[in-house]
């Protein structure tokens, strides 16, 4: 695989577990919602594997997005602003990151949330 194809592979990855537990969905559930085996859900998730058009489709469509979301082409959908699927991106972010690096984006948030009191 290309490295941008590699990267492409990886957004959608994270777009599509992001959105699944914002939803407190299983692979399980969404593999059922998208007619997928949870084996290949799993794939997606971890990178594995480059979903073709249409299992791109299905999926959007379980999870009431739309394929561009997933992609993280155009405008995002309103459901891209909820807070749940933002903390999941950023903790599928911060994965395998320096604590120190860890923490200053802690202390950020924190800030941040003052602010907006």
């Known amino acids: 695989m290309k490295a941008n194809d590699t990267t492409l ?23 059922e919602e998208a007619d997928l085996n949870p084996r290949y859900v799993s794939k997606l998730e971890r ?13 959007a469509v379980a999870l009431k997005v739309s394929p561009n979301d997933l992609l993280g082409f155009g405008p995002s959908s309103e459901s891209s602003h909820d ?28 800030e941040a949330a003052k602010l907006l009191k």
């Open 9 to 31: 592979v990886k957004k959608i990855g994270i777009e599509i577990r992001s959105r699944r537990k914002a939803l407190r969905w299983s692979q399980e559930k969404l593999a």
């Open 47 to 59: 990178f594995l594997s480059n979903p073709s058009a249409t299992t791109l489709f299905r999926i």
């Open 83 to 110: 807070p749940r699927i933002l903390s999941e991106k950023l903790i599928e972010l911060l994965k395998g990151k320096p604590k120190l690096q860890v923490e200053f984006i802690k202390r950020l948030a924190d």
